[in-house]
């Protein structure tokens, strides 16, 4: 057996890759599709490869974490991988004490309320996610022609779940600080912030061709305390990827006010939830960035025709933007049939771009 | 001991009050406020008289719905009273099986799913509903000078809970039953439109001076598909109240996409969240509605300070409206210090409208 060396990243060239393509802005062969959390619990083979495993430990499991990225990429096509993970997991890596309870979500032991707290939180060492980005060593070497797109949660994300100690509908906590305490708020979301991009980081020196930046939670704000609370932070974030010039999406559920901040913050792909049109979209980002998006995920619990009648709209629509990838307004939800993920792949792959 | 006679309803002259001057566009004496959720959890005395006490239980038992009702009025000293009720004692008083759990919310025990579901769905005759309409001749005895808001829940969100069985984050079933079955779809929301507003015009021909119509998720929707599934039945509910002629409010939350359609269906007040700035709603709804709202509940977990500057901002916003009835931009949430309520309702008694 040859002694073990370092891998080096594996060098693709996906110059030609449809979703690269449309991130950039150009206009590919077909429009790219892939799905938020299609990896996951509407795959069967998903569940079987979870089961017995803690959801952080399968995110920092390498072989795991790759199988996991490849399964939708084999069974639906789709035109990019997103990295398997969570969005606490640079928390964890950092050592600060998460968990994720199976049918509650993130649960934080210490909530962060206080500058004395916000100062105890530990740093991210690019070392601390050598897991994750081993799972993209192994990923370049297993996806061929396919992008894989890197992953973090943005900074106001994860300081809500810091905040608040774990899931919460009103972030009421959140934003008492975030109001009462601006120093406080703007002391914990500039280590989020480092954090966050010492993490896409890492992902990018890997070898990943794009990253998400997700803000779960940023649709509960108004664009005002957005604008004021958080754009900095997630600028931060995106700007710090200036470098390596890999294409950088921005998504948030509920955004539909924030669209033109978002854009705003450095993202080159903005990402569009169901409830406003990809034409309309276009108009609040002033029409200079690709978008992602936008079909409502509960469509794809409807008959088949109403899901193309859908998706072909969509597709309309998408081309008042500068480029256009194809997916979902949020993530794949658990109870969907995965047959309707694949055609609907093999629909959006005849549709004129 | 004289024979019972039944109690007319009690006629008073509130042509003065705030809340029914603003709602009717004009320029009151001062900003009028209420809270939505104003009875409720975030009161001790309303915890301490709704222990051993089922949700619906409460709701039609019309001394008990009095007097809960009663409590932030006389606490807080808002601008006006609102039913205490729930978004499902209509279904449940026409006999539809649904139980509030504790903790989950309404429960039906036979979803509906069918054209089959739905013309088993029974109607509500106003006799059925003489408990709430009861406790309307009760609170006209004991409000004085302050108006009483009537309450329904709009048939999107009767629906969701009908066909989801329950309430739902993504409302799957509900969307793919509107998409994949229209025929059934709007079979169900036009009884759904007669129950709300049978149970409406009870409440307003037993005396109250307004009323809510409450659209809980139909933020959910697009503007493409509240206008194609929703309006046309909101609308029928509300021009349903086109004679009496009380103020008509209607709310939904995260519908800054919709205020211009939830207006065009017949409300006389437009709800408005704190996504949106009233300046904006204003001219998202053609500058011709009154508008409620919008701070939001999370901001009164925050230092006074920060309490008030909202307040203010609110207020001058408010003033791009022809009437600004001050208001959350959702419910009290349930850990709100009632005494941060009570100086926020003297602050907005002090600025000017």
Same mark, same amino acid.
């Given at each position: 057996m040859a002694p073990a060396v370092p891998a080096l990243p594996v060098r693709r060239d996906l110059r030609a890759a449809p979703f690269l393509r449309a991130a950039r802005g150009e206009r590919p062969s077909r429009i790219p599709v892939w799905f938020m959390r299609q990896a996951g619990r509407s795959l069967p083979e998903y569940r079987a490869l979870r089961a017995g495993h803690d959801m952080l430990a399968a995110c920092l499991t390498p072989d795991l974490a790759c199988e996991i990225t490849l399964q939708p990429v084999r069974r639906h096509g789709v035109d990019a991988a997103i990295l398997f993970s969570d969005i606490v997991v640079p928390l964890y890596a950092a050592g600060v004490g998460v968990r994720i309870v199976p049918g509650t979500g993130p649960v934080v032991a210490e909530p962060i309320r206080t500058l004395d707290d916000v100062e105890r939180l530990p740093p991210l060492h690019p070392e601390q996610v050598a897991p994750v980005t081993e799972t993209v060593g192994l990923l370049l070497r297993e996806l061929g022609e396919t992008p894989l797109i890197g992953f973090a949660g943005a900074p106001f994300t994860l300081a809500s779940y810091l905040v608040e100690g774990g899931p919460s509908r009103n972030h009421e906590r959140t934003k008492a600080l975030m109001y009462s305490a601006p120093d406080v708020w703007h002391a914990l979301m500039a280590r989020l912030a480092d954090l966050t991009g010492t993490f896409l980081q890492a992902q990018v020196a890997a070898g990943v061709d794009a990253v998400q930046l997700f @803000? $779960?939670? &940023? *649709? &509960? !704000?108004?664009e005002r305390d957005y604008r004021e609370y958080v754009l900095p932070h997630s600028t931060r974030v995106l700007r *710090? !990827? @200036? *470098? +390596?010039g890999v294409p950088r999406i921005h998504f948030g559920v509920g955004t539909g006010e924030l669209l033109a901040a978002m854009a705003e913050a450095g993202a080159d792909v903005v990402g569009v939830d169901w409830r406003v049109p990809l034409d309309e979209a276009a108009r609040r980002t002033g029409g200079t960035h690709p978008l992602q998006g936008n079909l409502d995920p509960a469509v794809l619990f409807a008959d088949r025709a109403s899901v193309e009648a859908q998706a072909r709209r969509i597709a309309d629509e998408g081309? $008042?933007? +500068?480029g256009h990838v194809f997916n979902l307004g949020h993530g794949v939800l658990p109870e969907t049939d995965p047959d309707v993920l694949t055609r609907l792949v093999e629909l959006v792959h005849t549709l004129r771009p």
């Open positions: @803000d $779960s939670w &940023a *649709g &509960a !704000l108004s *710090g !990827l @200036d *470098g +390596p081309r $008042s933007a +500068p």
